[in-house]
Antibody, heavy 117, light 110 residues
Framework: QVQLVQSGAEVKKPGSSVKVSCKASGGTFSSYTITWVRQAPGQGLQWMGRIIPILGIVNYAQKLQGRITINADTSTRTAYMELSSLRSDDTAVYYCARGLDSASLHWGQGTLVTVSS | QSVLTQPPSASGTPGQRVTISCSGSNSNIGSNTVNWYQQLPGTAPKLLIQKNNQRPSGVPDRFSGSKSGTSASLAISGLQSEDEADYYC???????????FGTGTKVTVL
């Protein structure tokens, strides 16, 4: 049974960085795509980026290029998403998800990141 | 700003059929498969339909998906109260080299 467990809620100051982790258990890790999606309060889903560990492929949303870094540690089956130069509009619930191609079957519980001075 | 356009809301009475549209372009729906997600209030999204019309294990056959050209649709037949949720389409976009989500549709069971 695949499970994704994310790190806990964060409160950050504008201009700082946040790093969210996503630990996978069950099933294989490297051959699947790990996708990061965020959802601002009352808003829709926004794709942030993805990593395919076995292929070493990483793609980022154009709007976040330069501020986002996604990587994965296959030895600990953990993926990470770091977002820098945080602004108030980065306040959102951040999700990791695992799947094949662009279809994400398994999702983490979500991590609330609040950016506030 | 979402690249895929959905109606903001849809509704129906129990037992009715509801259809949600998702309009895109040649670079996304026109070139790649479409997935649909259901998001219940306060929970993570759930994959409902993958590769245009395939239901993952455990998804009731009341849910069906289709695609034609640069548009896709999700149909819910035999609407039930537990279907009240937000629904999102998604597809890879070759021009953006990234995935795009639809604007989302809130389904209300009257």
């Amino acid at each position: 049974q695949v499970q994704l467990v994310q790190s806990g809620a964060e409160v950050k100051k504008p201009g700082s960085s946040v790093k969210v982790s996503c630990k996978a258990s069950g099933g294989t890790f490297s051959s699947y795509t790990i996708t990061w999606v965020r959802q601002a309060p009352g808003q829709g889903l926004q794709w942030m980026g993805r990593i395919i560990p076995i292929l070493g492929i990483v793609n980022y949303a154009q709007k976040l290029q330069g501020r986002i870094t996604i990587n994965a540690d296959t030895s600990t089956r953990t993926a990470y998403m770091e977002l820098s130069s945080l602004r108030s509009d980065d306040t959102a619930v951040y999700y990791c998800a695992r799947g094949l191609d662009s279809a994400s079957l398994h999702w983490g519980q979500g991590t609330l990141v609040t950016v506030s001075s | 700003q979402s690249v895929l356009t959905q109606p903001p809301s849809a509704s129906g009475t129990p037992g009715q059929r509801v259809t949600i549209s998702c309009s895109g372009s040649n670079s996304n729906i026109g070139s790649n498969t479409v997935n649909w997600y259901q998001q219940l209030p306060g929970t993570a999204p759930k994959l409902l339909i993958q590769k245009n019309n395939q239901r993952p294990s455990g998804v009731p056959d009341r849910f069906s998906g289709s695609k034609s050209g640069t548009s896709a649709s999700l149909a819910i037949s035999g609407l039930q109260s537990e279907d009240e949720a937000d629904y999102y389409c998604a597809a890879w976009d070759d021009s953006l080299n990234g995935q795009v989500f639809g604007t989302g549709t809130k389904v209300t069971v009257l």
